[in-house]
């Protein structure tokens, strides 16, 4: 299983650069930084953990994870090429 993560809409409509979001979370006491930031505001990432980066990003930005729309889960078509040999 992997993570299809969207974040691209939701940081457009907040009208922040990835500096700005990055700066406001470590005021907040988070520490990330603008390059993680832009990796999610750039486009689709696709990962096999969700982490807390993510939970935090979708709670800044006001958009619920569990939304297909922002995190899909999607299928790791090697784990299932591994399961079919099995």
């Known amino acids: 299983m992997q993570f299809k993560i969207n974040l691209k809409p939701a940081h457009e409509n907040m009208g922040l650069s990835a500096y700005e979001v990055a700066k406001r ?3 907040d006491g988070y ?3 603008e390059t993680t930031v832009n990796k999610y505001a750039e ?6 953990t969700l982490s807390q980066v993510i939970l935090k990003l979708c ?3 006001a958009v619920d994870w569990r939304d297909p ?7 790791d078509p090697e784990m299932e090429s591994t399961l079919a040999v099995a």
């Not at 486009?43 to 096999?48: H, N």
């Not at 729309?69 to 299928?75: G, I, L, R, T, Y």
Request: no cysteine.
């Open 25 to 27: 979370l470590r005021s």
């Open 43 to 48: 486009g689709v990432v696709i990962q096999k």
């Open 31 to 33: 520490k990330i930084s």
């Open 59 to 61: 709670d800044f930005y």
């Open 69 to 75: 729309s922002v995190v899909e889960v999607v299928e």
